[in-house]
């Protein structure tokens, strides 16, 4: 509805796109804008922070794995598996580089990342679903409080999907003391040094 296009932060959620209007929403406070900023806005919009988690799952995605079998004492690399197809394939809409990338970029503004396995018919992984760590939650088991039972994701539209451990490959940049099955991200420990810098580039525009 605005006849001139705005800097946002963009997703598409339910079918429509959604946006937070960040630098230059004039009806909030700075107060206000601090508690609608999420981790991932603040990696878009913020130019250092972006660089840096760039720079991070560029590495990330020049990685080379290899797949290593035991046979007695001696380690023998495995040329061909399933699941190294599947790791390479990462999925339909996902280069190898784009899916690794992924999991430093969730990592660094959730503190997880969530890769769910996909099967054939047969029971094989043919390929991995990223799922956003915003949807997701870990049910915990009732006799073990620190081990996963299963995995949970509540989409935008309603739905719940819930998945068994086995069919998740699960990350996590620091472990949380307070809740050992949550990941922290670094981000958070600086959310006020950034939300300073973004009210000021944000002051900077206005003032200019």
């Given at each position: 509805?605005?006849?001139?296009?705005?800097?946002?932060?963009?997703?598409v959620?339910g079918g429509?796109w959604q946006?937070h209007?960040i630098l230059?929403?004039?009806?909030?406070t700075p107060e206000a804008?601090?508690?609608?900023r999420s981790n991932?806005?603040?990696s878009?919009?913020y130019?250092?922070?972006y660089?840096?988690?760039r720079r991070?799952?560029?590495?990330?995605s020049?990685?080379?794995?290899?797949?290593?079998?035991?046979?007695?004492l001696?380690m023998?690399e495995v040329?061909?598996?399933?699941?190294l197809?599947?790791?390479?394939?990462?999925?339909?809409?996902l280069?190898?580089?784009?899916?690794?990338?992924?999991i430093e970029q969730?990592?660094l503004t959730y503190?997880?990342?969530y890769?769910?396995?996909r099967?054939n018919?047969?029971?094989v992984p043919?390929e991995?679903?990223?799922?956003?760590?915003?949807e997701v939650?870990?049910?915990?088991?009732?006799?073990k409080p620190w081990v996963?039972a299963?995995?949970?994701?509540r989409k935008?539209?309603?739905t719940?999907e819930?998945?068994?451990?086995?069919?998740v490959?699960?990350?996590?940049?620091f472990?949380?003391?307070r809740?050992?099955?949550?990941?922290?991200?670094?981000?958070g420990?600086?959310?006020t040094?950034l939300?300073?810098?973004?009210?000021?580039?944000?002051?900077n525009m206005r003032f200019?």
């Open positions: 509805d605005m006849p001139v296009a705005q800097p946002r932060a963009a997703w959620e429509m946006h209007d230059t929403d004039e009806l909030t804008r601090r508690f609608l991932a806005d603040m878009v919009v130019g250092a922070v660089a840096a988690i991070r799952a560029s590495a990330m020049k990685m080379e794995f290899v797949m290593m079998r035991r046979r007695g001696e023998v040329l061909s598996h399933p699941a197809d599947a790791l390479h394939r990462i999925n339909e809409s280069t190898f580089s784009q899916g690794m990338g992924l969730h990592k503190g997880k990342a890769w769910i396995k099967r018919g047969l029971g043919v991995f679903e990223i799922w956003p760590p915003d939650e870990v049910v915990p088991d009732a006799a996963p299963v995995f949970r994701r935008a539209v309603g719940v819930t998945v068994a451990p086995r069919d490959v699960w990350f996590r940049h472990v949380d003391p809740n050992l099955l949550n990941g922290l991200a670094p981000i420990a600086v959310r040094e939300d300073t810098g973004l009210e000021a580039q944000r002051f200019f």
